[in-house]
């Protein structure tokens, strides 16, 4: 990469003496192109972002976005790449002293793939299949939200935001989160709402669609406290593969027998659309540099992001909100045993360490 002219830069270095403050990372994405155009989303760079693992595949959710928000998304890069918390990584020069990464089978089969059929023309192959660019539409009232560089809790901007959005709510949430392990603080907010009559339908990963069993561990007990809301709705994905929005893949190279949710989104009253990187966990609220795009009252822009969460929510089993819920077993059908006996084994540690999920 260095050879190519990239630049890379390190964020947080600290050292492993430092506990709480190497938990703190950068978990913001964003793509800016002449400080004109961005992406962002949920997305990393990696072949099972991009629907090119054998095994297991996310469904993200980004918005492309174009005018003068962008500078400000621009100025916040600026501001972590310049930042005392990032360090320029030292490199090897010398000849014989180049450090080669191993890859993994799963990411070897992929580039290999790519390289059989030229990669140019696989790509095309693969952008046919997929759906068209949505309709653009115009936000005159957007917002853009991020945390500061830093680990110290006052530097979490987006979580204090996130909270007075909910609190805007009148009629409706709708939440996608891969992960959704709540504090208490979150589990009052949550109950606030049902209170007020807000209807919140909560779309996650089940035990078998999920990357990170520890989550669903975090998830497990509370189910009884969301069964109490009568206003909650609680939704598992069930691992299947979206072909109305992945396109119809035939080659084996890009088959995966697991997809789960990876988008970090809300739709308040469907009038507000929030896209971003915040996950409903505690490693959100108070460790991690976020970011939020908000747009409001552009009913066309909402409307779209509301047909995507119910194709999503259709792909789900209902786990609390209704006389009769799945539950727990809903929540962990179809994951392998050995998953299963995983997250059982780690319910108690995911309970005292929780404020690091």
Same mark, same amino acid.
């Given at each position: 990469m260095q050879d190519a002219g990239v630049e890379i830069r390190y964020y947080n270095t600290a050292g492993i003496q430092r506990f709480?403050?190497?938990?703190? /990372?950068?978990? /913001?994405?964003?793509?800016?192109?002449?400080?004109?155009?961005? *992406?962002?989303?949920?997305?990393? *760079?990696? &072949?099972?972002?991009? =629907?090119?693992?054998?095994?297991?595949?996310?469904? %993200?959710? =980004?918005?492309?976005?174009?005018?003068? *928000?962008?500078?400000?998304?621009?100025?916040?890069?600026?501001?972590?790449?310049?930042?005392?918390?990032? #360090?320029?990584?030292?490199?090897? =020069?010398?000849?014989?002293?180049? #450090?080669?990464?191993?890859?993994? #089978?799963?990411?070897?089969? $992929?580039? %290999?793939?790519?390289k059989e059929k030229g990669v140019d023309e696989s790509l095309k192959k693969l952008l046919r299949k997929r759906p068209t660019l949505t309709s653009i539409h115009t936000c005159s009232d957007i917002q853009f939200i991020t945390d500061h560089p830093g680990s110290g809790v006052e530097k979490r901007v987006v979580y204090k935001a996130i909270v007075e959005l909910a609190k805007e709510a009148k009629q409706r949430i709708r939440i996608e989160s891969p992960y959704l392990v709540l504090r208490q603080d979150g589990l009052e907010d949550f109950r606030n709402l049902s209170n007020r009559g807000v209807s919140i339908n909560v779309l996650t990963n089940s035990l078998?669609?999920?990357?990170?069993?520890?989550?669903?561990?975090?998830?497990?007990?509370?189910? &009884?406290?969301? +069964?109490?809301?009568? $206003?909650?709705?609680?939704?598992?994905?069930?691992?299947? !593969?979206?072909?109305?929005?992945?396109?119809?893949?035939? &080659?084996?190279?890009?088959?995966?027998?697991?997809?789960?949710?990876?988008?970090?989104?809300?739709?308040? =009253? %469907? +009038?507000? @659309?929030?896209?971003?990187?915040?996950?409903? %966990?505690? /490693?959100?609220?108070?460790?991690?540099? !976020?970011?939020? @795009?908000v747009c409001r009252g552009n009913t066309d822009l909402v409307g779209e992001a509301i047909s995507s969460f119910e194709l999503r929510k259709n792909g789900a089993q209902l786990i609390t909100g209704t006389p009769n819920p799945t539950g727990k077993q809903g929540l962990l059908a179809g994951a392998e045993k050995e998953k299963i006996w995983k997250t059982y084994g780690i319910m108690p540690f995911a309970r005292w360490f929780g404020f690091l999920l």
């Open positions: 709480f403050a190497i938990q703190h /990372r950068t978990h /913001r994405k964003m793509l800016i192109v002449d400080n004109i155009t961005a *992406i962002i989303g949920g997305r990393n *760079i990696g &072949d099972d972002y991009f =629907d090119l693992s054998h095994h297991y595949n996310f469904i %993200d959710s =980004d918005i492309w976005v174009k005018g003068e *928000i962008v500078h400000s998304i621009s100025k916040s890069f600026d501001l972590y790449w310049n930042s005392e918390w990032t #360090e320029t990584p030292e490199y090897e =020069d010398e000849p014989g002293n180049e #450090e080669v990464l191993s890859q993994t #089978e799963e990411s070897k089969d $992929a580039v %290999d793939w790519l078998y669609s999920t990357d990170a069993y520890y989550t669903v561990a975090a998830l497990l007990p509370m189910l &009884d406290d969301f +069964q109490k809301l009568p $206003a909650l709705n609680l939704y598992a994905y069930k691992g299947m !593969e979206l072909k109305q929005q992945n396109g119809n893949y035939q &080659d084996k190279a890009i088959s995966s027998t697991h997809w789960g949710v990876h988008a970090k989104r809300a739709i308040i =009253d %469907d +009038q507000i @659309l929030v896209v971003g990187t915040y996950n409903i %966990d505690p /490693r959100s609220a108070n460790l991690n540099s !976020e970011l939020i @795009l």
